[in-house]
C-alpha cells in the first residue's frame, strides 16, 4: 500500500523523526492518549459554542459563553494537529492511502472553512446583537453544519483503522 | 448515581485507548495460517511491531502487537530477534500480499498471546 502513496508521504514515513516516534514505547501512545484527551476539550467547546447558536442555553447572555469557548475550543485544535501530526508522521504512507483517512481530512477542512465563518463574519454580527436577542438564522445554520462536521470527522478518525 | 458515571466514563476511556490501534478488519480470520521458520528481520516499533518470516519457499510479514504490550508479555526484542526460530498463528490480510497478523506467536517452546 505504502507503494502507491504520494513520495512526500513515503519520506515522511521513512525520516528520522518519523522512526523516532515508531521506535519509542511511550512517544506514540501518550501522542494516542493526547489526542483523546484535546478531542474531549474541543468536542466539548465545539458543542457548547453550536448549541449556543441554535439557540439553546438562551437564559444567558451567549456572548461571554461563546467568547470563552472559542478560546478552548482554538486552544484544543492545536493540540489535536499537533497530536494528529505525530501519529501521522509514524504511518504517513500508510495513512495517506487509506480512503477514511482521506475523508476525515476532507472533512476537516470544511470544518475550518465553517468555522471561518463564524469566525470572521458571524462573530462580529453576534458581538453587536443585544444580550436577549434571537440568534440569526445564518448562525443555526453554521452551527448545525459544525455538528454534523465534527461528529463526522470523530467518526472517521474512530474508524481509520478498519478500513 | 454520580460515582458509576464516573466509573463507566473511566472504563469507556482505558478501553478506547486501549484499542486504538489497527482492528482486525482486513484479516480474514475464516483462512487461519501458521507460518513457521527464521526471522529475516525485526522492527520493534509502534504502532505495532512486525517481523519478516521465511516460511520454505515463501517470505511472510507477521504483524505483532504494540511494543508495550511485546514488553508485558515477555516477547521482547530478545526473543522475537533475528535468527530465532518462531512459529506464528494469524490470519491473512485481506489487502497485502503474504503478510498476516499473528494471534500467538511460539519461540523456544514458549507462547505468547499477542491479543
Known amino acids: ?163 | 448515581m454520580p460515582k458509576i458515571i464516573v466509573i463507566a466514563g473511566a472504563l469507556a476511556f482505558i478501553a478506547g485507548a486501549a484499542s486504538a490501534h489497527h482492528g482486525w478488519g482486513s484479516y480474514d480470520a475464516a483462512k487461519p495460517v501458521t507460518v513457521s521458520g527464521p526471522i529475516l528481520t525485526l522492527k520493534f516499533e509502534n504502532p505495532h511491531a512486525t517481523i519478516t518470516v521465511r516460511d520454505n519457499d515463501k517470505t511472510w510479514t507477521v504483524t505483532l502487537a504494540p511494543t508495550s504490550r511485546m514488553h508485558s508479555r515477555g516477547a521482547t526484542q530478545n526473543v522475537v530477534a533475528v535468527g530465532n526460530n518462531i512459529s506464528a498463528y494469524g490470519y491473512p490480510s485481506t489487502v497485502a500480499k503474504d503478510e498476516m497478523r499473528a494471534e500467538r506467536i511460539t519461540v523456544n517452546g514458549k507462547t505468547y498471546e499477542m491479543r
Open chain 1, 1 to 163: 500500500m505504502a507503494g502507491m502513496a504520494p513520495a512526500i508521504f513515503v519520506a515522511l514515513e521513512q525520516s528520522g523523526f518519523s522512526a523516532a516516534i515508531r521506535q519509542s514505547l511511550w512517544v506514540y501512545p501518550l501522542a494516542n492518549i493526547a489526542h483523546i484527551v484535546f478531542l474531549f476539550v474541543f468536542a466539548g467547546t465545539v458543542v457548547i459554542t453550536d448549541v449556543c447558536l441554535l439557540g439553546g442555553f438562551a437564559v444567558t447572555d451567549p456572548r461571554p459563553v461563546l467568547a470563552r469557548a472559542r478560546i478552548f475550543a482554538a486552544a484544543a485544535l492545536l493540540g489535536m494537529a499537533i497530536t494528529g501530526f505525530v501519529l501521522f508522521a509514524a504511518e504517513a504512507g500508510h495513512l495517506a492511502t487509506n480512503p477514511v483517512f482521506q475523508l476525515k481530512i476532507v472533512l476537516i477542512a470544511a470544518g475550518l472553512a465553517n468555522a471561518a465563518v463564524y469566525e470572521f463574519w458571524l462573530w462580529q454580527r453576534i458581538t453587536t446583537l443585544s444580550s436577549d436577542a434571537a440568534m440569526p438564522a445564518i448562525a443555526k445554520v453554521t452551527g448545525l453544519c459544525s455538528l454534523a462536521i465534527w461528529i463526522s470527522v470523530a467518526a472517521c478518525g474512530r474508524s481509520i483503522a478498519y478500513f
